[in-house]
Antibody
Framework: EVQLVESGGGLVQPGGSLRLSCVGSGFTFSSYWMHWVRQAPGKGLVWVSRIKSDGSNSDGSSTSYADSVKGRFTISRDNAKNTLHLQMNSLRAEDTAVYYC??????????WGRGTLVTVSS | EIVLTQSPGTLSLSPGERATLSCRTSQSVSSSYLAWYQQKPGQAPRLLIYGASSRATGIPDRFSGSVSGTDFTLTISRLEPEDFAVYYC??????????FGQGTKVEIK
């Protein structure tokens, strides 16, 4: 059974940092692109970032970000530990959301974790 | 940026009725890269349809997807009690890489 379990959310002050993790099981983690998608309270889904399976890319990069987080968030993965990370720096109130990790498959997200809540507030 | 506009915002229907949800894209999008998700309160989204018309694993055949130009449609032929939820369309491609529609809530009338 495919499972994705996020952790690392919590309350952080504006300007602070947080590192989210997502552990995958039940599938060959290293074979899949992985994504972060967030959802502000009562709002819709917003794609945040993605990372390729093997870290390679035609233009030399393996990651991609939404403009709203570019330069502040960093996605990474440890395939040996089946773990996806999202390092979030310079957090803002508008980053408050449930953060989901999702497995990428054929331009869709076929499995999602249950999410971890990040609250940015003083 | 490719914008996905879903309509209506809310659909009030009774169990057993047919639901028709629309997702219009601001630019031409490959139908291969259009998906639909269902989300219930407090839960993660669930993939329903990919490639505009293919059902994901385990999805009942009362759910179907279609496309006409830049208009994508999700149809639920006969609503079951568990189908009342929020539905999102999603496209993969362009810049940014992924965008979602704002969602359609299907509520019990």
């Amino acid at each position: 059974e495919v499972q994705l379990v996020e952790s690392g959310g919590g309350l952080v002050q504006p300007g602070g940092s947080l590192r989210l993790s997502c552990v995958g099981s039940g599938f060959t983690f290293s074979s899949y692109w992985m994504h972060w998608v967030r959802q502000a309270p009562g709002k819709g889904l917003v794609w945040v970032s993605r990372i390729k399976s093997d870290g390679s890319n035609s233009d030399g990069s393996s990651t991609s970000y939404a403009d709203s987080v570019k330069g502040r968030f960093t996605i990474s993965r440890d395939n040996a530990k089946n773990t996806l990370h999202l390092q979030m720096n310079s957090l803002r109130a508008e980053d408050t959301a449930v953060y989901y990790c999702a497995r990428g498959a054929d331009r869709t997200f076929d499995y999602w974790g249950r999410g971890t809540l990040v609250t940015v507030s003083s | 940026e490719i914008v996905l506009t879903q309509s209506p915002g809310t659909l009030s229907l009774s169990p057993g009725e047919r639901a028709t949800l629309s997702c219009r894209t601001s630019q031409s999008v490959s139908s291969s890269y259009l998906a639909w998700y269902q989300q219930k309160p407090g839960q993660a989204p669930r993939l329903l349809i990919y490639g505009a018309s293919s059902r994901a694993t385990g999805i009942p055949d009362r759910f179907s997807g279609s496309v006409s130009g830049t208009d994508f449609t999700l149809t639920i032929s006969r609503l079951e009690p568990e189908d009342f939820a929020v539905y999102y369309c999603q496209q993969y491609g362009g810049s940014p890489s992924v965008t979602f529609g704002q969602g359609t809530k299907v509520e019990i009338k």
